[in-house]
Every structure is written in C-alpha cells, then in structure tokens.
C-alpha cells in the first residue's frame, strides 16, 4: 500500500523561548495559540499584573516589531526558528514612576531596562548623574557598605558607567570605584526596591528616557528627521540632536492621528494649527509607529481617569504589602540589630572568655612562679636565719670582744701613761747624769792637771836634791815613794823641804778624792744599769702586747696605730749634752730598736 498521498501531520504545539531582563523561560505553545495567551502565560509565569507596560518584541530583518495580542502566534512575521525567541520588554514607559509602578516586579524590570538602556548609551546621562545612579544600583545589588566585607575592588566585575563616561575623563577603574562607593556609603539602610525606585526617579528626568526614535521625512524632498515618541507625545528631532526636540506634539494637544500607507498626519486640538505631515519609508515601521502612539494615548488617557477596580486592588493590595514589609523590616531591623547586639556581645563575652583564659593561664604560670619563689624565699629565709643566729653569735663574741679589747685599750692606755712617765724620768735621770759627768769630767781634767804640775814639781824637786847632794857629800836615799801609802819624807832643807810636803799631802788627798769619786761614779753607773734594765724588760713586754693587739686591732680597722709623740733621743742629742762614750754606747742599741719597731713612745 503505497503512503505517498497521505497528508503530513501537522504538530498540535510550538516551541518559545521569553526572555525577560533577568531570566529565560522555555513554554510549549498551542498553534491556535494568539499573542494575548502567551503573553498572559509568561505575565503569570513571572507574577505581574501591571501588563500594560509590557510587550513581546521580537527581530525582524533589519527592524524589530511587537507581538500583537489578537493575532496568533504563528501568523506573525515571528522568526521560523525552533524555540522562537521573544524578548519581554517595557513597551510604555510611566510618566511618574512613584505614582503608577505599583509591583515590586514592575519596579525592577523598568529598573533592569533602564539600566541597560543606559549602559549601551541609549539613553544619554551626565557622567555626575551616571555615578549616582551607579552608587542606588549597587545599593540595590549589595545592600548596605561595610568596609569589613566591601574591599577596594569589589566592584572590579560590574558594568556600572557607560564607556562614554569612561573615556571621557582620565581616570583608573579604582578611582571611579572610590567616587562610587562615596555615594554608595550614603545610602545605608535603603532597601533594594527603594534604591531601584530611586534610579528609577533620577532616570526619568532624562532626556531620552522612554523615548522610541524613528527616521522620517517631512516632505517629499527627503528631508531627514527624527520622530519620537514617549509618553507625554510626539516629538520632532534633528537627526545629530536627540535631546532637544524642534517641535512637539503633546497627547492632550492632538486631536488625531491618521495613517495612510506611508503618509502620517498629525491634526491638532486646535484647528487653527497647521496639520504636521511626515514620512516613512517602511511599511512595518509605519505600523510600530502607530500601535506605540495608539498606546502612549491611551496610558495618557487612562491616567487622567479614575483608577479601575484592579488597579484599586492592585494599589491596595501593594500599599498593605508596603506596610506589611515596612514591619517586617522594622522587625527584621530590630531583629538585625538585636542580633548585631548578640553578636557583639557574643564576641564581648569571647573576647571576655578569652581574656579570661589568659588571666587565667597568666595566675597559674604566676602561682607557679610565687609557689616557686615562695620555696626559694623559704629556703633563703632559713639561710638567712642561720646566717642571723651566726651573725648574732658573732655579734655576741665580737661585743665581748670590743669589751676586752675596750678594758685592754683602758689597760694600755694607763701602761702607756706609766711608761711615758717612766721615760720622762728616765730621760730626766740621763740629762742629770750627763751634767753629772760632764762635771765630774771638768772636775777629773783639773785634778789631773794638779797631779801633772805636782809631779813636775817632785821631779824637780828630787833633781834639785841630787845636785844639791853630789855638790856637799854623797848621800844614800832610799827610793821615792811611787804609791799613796808610801810614808811622808821630810827634809830638813829649808823652804825645798817644806814645799815637797806640801805636795805630797795634796797628792794624797787628791788620790784619795779620785778614788772616792771613782767609786761614786760605778755606783751611780750600777744603779743606772739596774734601772735601763728594767725599762729594757718594759718595754720588749709592751712590744708583745702591741704586736698581739695589733692583730685585733686589724680585724675593726686598717689604720696604723695613732703616734704618740714623745721626746726623741738620739745621738746629737746626746752629743749635745757632752754624755760619755759609754753611756752613749749603753743607750744606742734600745734607741734603736725603738726606732725600728716604730715605739709608740720613742718616735
């Protein structure tokens, strides 16, 4: 059986891909399906109800256009691929964005649109108005600044400035962060939709904000210009100036509009006006031309009448929705701030735990260190108590012996006074004796001169007598006396003979003095010798006790003994006062000795 004329099945459903400015979406379409039902299916999809903003746009050639909503799908100039791309766009924009955006999801397609629209330089914006509205898009993208979280460079990955704006000055990416996040830091405690309504509110004073551009001509000459059409009217521009229009057509100022293939006429309200005539060259931009102006009248229309019971309920139900997120933020900002105080004081109380511990960790190492010490401290406590009892034992012994050594010092002192006065006599006695003996010695020289001149005399005497004798007769004398016993001659020889007796009893005399002054003399001498000797044997005790004291005397100081002076007896001295050899040579030897050991009471 042969299957060549069966008619090919046609498929009962179609494949569309929506994309909206933040998301993609994928739906299985009816063919039957008009505009209108899959526009509400994506507006349901994405939970809008303002819908009378908004649009299917799709590309055509060189041109776009806007799905219509009474027509189906698949009998529009809508591309043959498969999935058949829409893009869902904002195709009226408000004329006060705080009084008719009512959604929250309103608010933030107008505000991703927009945004866009001012990125690509569609729309022109002052570099200053671009910061700010970068600052209001990153308050609704980030939240509040914190300079803990917020680092410089944070904002490295974001388009937030047209290259426009960029080029126009010459400044580093960091820089601009910096102006941007001045502005950002000022909008603390804005929420993402307010901080959208805000950019949505600073946009819409811009000139080309909301603002559809066609190239037309106005006469048949060709002469290029610019059509603009936005919610307050029609709009006439030179070609190189978009901002300031050269004529304009407000809503509430046109009566009509017609259209006739590719001739447009714009009839004023009033007639007394010239009808505005212009061109377009494409037939599919004529008709964009008129569905955007059939529907800015209509928003401009619909705005100066009373609201509909939807939009009632709509604004209603976002004024509660308002006022329920207000207290939900209040509570979430109560709640917020009471966590932030949790948090705080969680991390107080950590910190204080962690002090804590230190402290803590600290006592112990110190109660180690004090236990430690306190064993050492014991230890040297009882060190020094033994040191305390033997330094007091010691004290004791050396109070004893300063008590000794004073009684010793009274003793010494009082031996020394004695011996200084045994001295004095002493050297008194010598002064004596060597006046004694230089008496005695004047005296001994003019005996001794007597008994020289009496001996001359005898032996001139006993000369005479033998010349006398040879010259009468020879006589017989017996021999002269030599010695002081010898008997008295006595010569009867006139004045001779009693001249010689004369001498000769004053040489016995003289002999007999002598002998009892020689005889004086050693015993004086004797005495003198006993008494040298014992203050010979005085002195060498003294010099014991000195020598013994002396080592005490180190142990309480290092100074020499103080110098007692004293009358120093040396050999001029002596010299000067005419004392003998020997009793010189009987002092010379312990006035030396005195002077070598430094006596206390010779030097």
Request: with cysteine; proline share 4%; hydrophobic share 35%.
């Amino acid at each position: 059986m042969s299957i060549l004329g069966l008619k090919k099945k046609q498929p009962k459903t179609f494949k569309v891909k929506v994309s909206t400015m933040d998301a993609e979406m994928e739906f299985s379409c009816e063919v039957k399906w008009k505009g209108k039902d899959l526009f509400d299916l994506v507006c349901r999809t994405i939970g809008l109800r303002e819908t009378w903003f908004f649009g299917l746009r799709y590309t055509v050639k060189d041109t776009y256009a806007w799905l219509k909503p009474d027509k189906r799908v698949l009998d529009q100039e809508v591309p043959k691929d498969s999935p058949i791309t829409f893009h869902f766009l904002a195709k009226f924009f408000p004329e006060k964005v705080e009084d008719e955006l009512v959604q929250e999801i309103t608010q933030h397609l107008f505000f991703l649109q927009v945004k866009k629209q001012i990125l690509d330089e569609e729309i022109f914006c002052s570099p200053e108005a671009s910061v700010l509205l970068a600052s209001y898009a990153v308050q609704a993208k980030y939240g509040d600044y914190d300079p803990n979280f917020h680092k410089p460079g944070f904002l490295a990955q974001d388009e937030l400035l047209p290259k426009r704006v960029l080029m126009q000055y010459q400044m580093t990416p960091d820089m601009w962060e910096e102006k941007i996040t001045a502005w950002y830091a000022e909008h603390r405690n804005i929420t993402r939709d307010e901080a959208e309504m805000e950019y949505l509110k600073i946009a819409q004073d811009l000139e080309m904000y909301g603002v559809s551009y066609f190239s037309i001509t106005q006469n048949k000459r060709d002469t290029e210009l610019l059509l603009g059409v936005d919610a307050q009217g029609l709009h006439i521009y030179n070609p190189n100036n978009k901002l300031s229009p050269n004529k304009s057509f407000p809503w509430s100022g046109i009566r009509n509009i017609s259209y006739s293939e590719k001739e447009f006429t714009i009839k004023p309200l009033d007639k007394k006006k010239e009808v505005f005539k212009f061109y377009s060259s494409q037939l599919r931009v004529n008709k964009l031309i008129l569905q955007l102006c059939i529907g800015n009248h209509d928003l401009f229309m619909r705005r100066r009448k009373v609201d509909s019971i939807e939009v009632q309920q709509m604004k209603a139900q976002a004024k509660e929705e308002k006022a329920r997120k207000k207290v939900e933020r209040q509570i979430l900002a109560r709640e917020k701030q009471m966590r932030e105080e949790a948090e705080r004081a969680k991390e107080d109380m950590e910190r204080r735990l962690f002090q804590l511990q230190d402290e803590a960790r600290m006592a112990n190492e110190a109660l180690l260190r004090s236990e430690e010490t306190a064993d050492l401290l014991a230890e040297k406590a009882q060190i020094a108590e033994e040191e305390a009892k033997l330094l007091a034992h010691k004290a004791a012994e050396a109070e004893q012996e300063r008590q000794r050594l004073e009684v010793t010092a009274l003793k010494t002192k009082e031996e020394k006074r004695l011996m200084e006065q045994k001295m004095r006599e002493a050297e008194s006695l010598a002064v004596k004796l060597v006046e004694q003996s230089e008496r005695r010695l004047k005296e001994a020289d003019h005996l001794k001169q007597d008994l020289n001149e009496a001996k001359d005399a005898e032996r001139k005497a006993k000369q005479k007598l033998l010349e006398i004798t040879k010259s009468t007769y020879p006589v017989m004398f017996p021999p002269p006396p030599t010695g002081p016993e010898s008997p008295d001659t006595t010569l009867d020889m006139g004045s001779m003979s009693v001249r010689m007796d004369f001498k000769d009893s004053d040489m016995k005399r003289l002999s007999m003095e002598i002998e009892r002054e020689r005889l004086e003399y050693m015993e004086k001498s004797k005495h003198l010798q006993d008494q040298l000797k014992e203050l010979k044997s005085e002195i060498e005790s003294l010099k014991l006790e000195e020598q013994q004291q002396a080592g005490l005397y180190s142990l309480r100081s290092y100074a020499e003994p103080p110098y007692i002076p004293h009358t120093k007896i040396t050999k001029p001295t002596i010299q000067k006062f005419g004392v003998s050899r020997i009793f010189f040579f009987f002092f010379r030897k312990e006035i030396n000795t005195c002077i070598q050991q430094r006596c206390i009471k010779c030097i």
